[in-house]
């Protein structure tokens, strides 16, 4: 699993005109990709690292600063660019495997107390937000 980390002072998901989730800072975009072989381990590391990293103001997590986090799930983290000039996407999990992984991202980042907004699996999205600092993690579960 992999998951490029943003912390944000706002930002929303648009689909087809219509904003489907939306935060305003402090707080944090994650875009969450999945990979064929993702489970409960990845899940739950990826869940402790987007809630305790000391990203915010004054080394402090988003759970400290009582933040929210937009979950993005984005397939082409996992895009394969080393041959050519078209990427492959072989390494990306499908729908099927990929959406109810990214719903236990989501759930477990609610169970620790965070308000989650999300985009809509699948789905054209615009994507909006303005990085704070600018911070941009990047994590591999």
């Known amino acids: ?12 998901v648009t689909v087809e005109g219509e904003v489907v989730g939306s935060i305003e800072g402090p707080g944090l975009v ?3 990709g999945v990979t064929h ?20 103001r004054d080394e402090q997590s988003v759970t ?6 937009l979950v993005v799930s984005q397939f082409t983290l ?4 080393r041959k050519g000039r078209r990427p492959t996407w072989n390494a990306a999990a499908p729908g099927p495997v990929a959406e ?9 980042l609610r169970s620790r107390g965070l308000t989650v907004e999300t985009g809509r699996f699948g789905a ?3 994507v909006e937000l ?7 993690i990047i994590l591999e579960a």
């Open 1 to 12: 699993m992999r998951a490029v980390i943003q912390r944000v002072t706002r930002a929303q």
């Open 30 to 32: 994650a875009l969450v």
């Open 37 to 56: 072989d993702d489970g409960p381990e990845q899940v739950e590391w990826i869940v402790r690292k987007i809630a305790e990293l000391r990203i915010m």
């Open 64 to 69: 400290d600063v009582g933040g929210q986090v």
């Open 78 to 81: 996992y895009a394969d660019t």
């Open 100 to 108: 109810p992984i990214v719903e236990q991202v989501v759930a477990g």
């Open 124 to 126: 054209s999205m615009q």
């Open 130 to 136: 303005v990085n704070d600092g600018p911070v941009t």
